[in-house]
């Protein structure tokens, strides 16, 4: 069972710079979750897909843009990427009341 | 405002000891509290969700208690191996319906 797959797992990039980071899920859920995790501020979510068609802003949403491609692809995006967006990001599906699934993470640098 | 507080300083225990983290929360009325362990570069792994109406619940050498009036939850490893040494999260669904993590303890269990 592959879970939560996440594209890249590392990527340096210059600011200014744009990128989407690539999540796929295969265990038929409904929602997914981008969340971002930074030393002393724990996990943040940026955006989320409630459902299929569906995506809403969370704490974090600021240079940012999300699709759902479908039910099992969920996509973040940096337009124009700066130090301040140097984090790791981890994608998260789940069905409602239950425990969430996460990827292995994608550690972005932005130089 | 909403608050998720986990002690932020190590807990370094014994093997065979019962590991105890704690996870206060103010200003949230949860429906659910759920706890993640989190190994270093890997995303976190769901382990148990409590509901409100549950007092306390058991997964093999895992106990979680939740205490709505206290608004505290205590999370327990009973006879602790080195592998149980990580880093424990515990989450909650804020007002938005989104999922919010605490900053973590990090278990170190010595043999």
């Known amino acids: 069972n592959a879970g939560v797959t996440q594209t890249p797992k590392f990527q340096v990039l210059k600011t200014g710079q744009s990128m989407t980071l690539q999540c796929a899920q295969d265990?038929?859920?409904?929602?997914m979750y981008w969340y971002r995790q930074d030393p002393g501020m724990g996990l943040r979510l940026i955006y989320y897909?409630?459902?299929?068609?569906?995506?809403d802003k969370g704490e974090v949403p600021n240079g940012y843009n999300v699709s759902r491609l479908n039910k099992r692809e969920f996509s973040l995006r940096l337009e124009s990427a700066a130090p301040s967006q140097t984090s790791v990001y981890f994608c998260?599906?789940?069905?409602?009341?239950?425990?969430?699934?996460f990827g292995s993470g994608t550690r972005l640098t932005v130089v | 405002s909403q608050k998720i507080e986990q002690n932020s300083e190590a807990l370094n225990i014994q093997e065979g000891k019962t590991a105890t983290l704690t996870c206060n929360y103010t200003?949230?009325?949860?429906?659910?509290l759920q706890w993640y362990r989190q190994d270093p570069g890997r995303g976190p792994v769901f382990l148990l969700l409590?509901?409100?109406?549950?007092k306390e619940k058991r997964k093999e050498r895992l106990k979680v208690t939740f205490d709505t009036t206290l608004k505290q939850s205590l999370f327990h490893i009973t006879a602790s191996q080195p592998a149980d040494s990580a880093t424990y999260l515990c989450?909650?669904?804020?007002?938005?319906?989104?999922?919010?993590f605490g900053g973590g303890t990090r278990l170190m269990v010595k043999p």
């Open positions: 200003n949230y009325s949860p429906a659910y």
């Open positions: 897909s409630a459902s299929e068609g569906t995506t």
């Open positions: 989450a909650l669904l804020n007002a938005g319906n989104m999922l919010t």
């Open positions: 998260a599906s789940s069905e409602v009341g239950r425990g969430y699934t």
């Open positions: 409590i509901r409100e109406n549950e």
């Open positions: 265990m038929n859920h409904n929602s």
